[in-house]
């Protein structure tokens, strides 16, 4: 996921920068990238047209990222959204994974964190180059939502 792109640049690099990650770069998969205790995943598992995924296609996915949470939930401390739609697709699958979400969902915002059950969700704007190239998210911002949902001070 975002290897060899400009969004997986500003992720590996933060997630290196804060000691997530072995290299700053993930260009292929035989890179010797290697991520420590995190792991990387999407709502949609396909690439859709105009990398704009529907609704439609969030929801038909959800079955695969619910039973990711499952496998991971004895491990899972922190989880990182990145962007809205990935918090409208992360909220219903961590409740159909068994996890208490509150009622009314939690708004989506950078830096926001809600406790559920056992673990930390935090959101954070995308990597998207329209963000980053904007400003509207940091590498420091993105680095500082990283060091907290990884207990780093």
């Known amino acids: 996921m975002f290897t060899g792109?400009?969004?997986g640049d500003v992720l590996y690099q933060a997630l290196?920068?804060?000691?997530?990650?072995?290299?700053?770069?993930?260009?292929s998969v035989d890179d010797g990238l290697e991520l420590h205790g995190v792991r990387v995943t999407s709502p949609v598992h396909c690439a859709p047209p105009a990398n704009k995924p529907t609704p439609g296609e969030r929801d038909t996915c959800r079955p695969w990222l619910v039973q990711e949470l499952r496998l991971l939930r004895p491990t899972l401390r922190s989880v990182v959204v990145l962007g809205a739609?990935?918090?409208q697709?992360?909220?219903?699958?961590?409740?159909e994974a068994g996890w208490g979400v509150p009622r009314p969902r939690p708004v989506f915002g950078h830096g926001v964190r809600v406790p559920l059950d056992g673990i930390d969700l935090f959101g954070?704007?995308?990597?998207?180059?329209r963000n980053t190239f904007t400003g509207?998210?940091?590498p420091e911002m993105l680095r500082e939502v990283?060091?907290?949902?990884?207990?780093?001070?």
Do not use: E, M
Not at 124 to 129: A, G, K, N, R, Y
């Open 124 to 129: 954070c704007f995308h990597v998207s180059q």
């Open 89 to 95: 697709a992360t909220l219903p699958a961590l409740a």
């Open 5 to 7: 792109d400009r969004s």
């Open 136 to 138: 509207k998210l940091t």
């Open 16 to 27: 290196y920068d804060v000691g997530l990650a072995s290299q700053p770069t993930a260009v």
């Open 146 to 153: 990283l060091r907290s949902a990884a207990g780093i001070n």
């Open 85 to 87: 739609f990935g918090w």
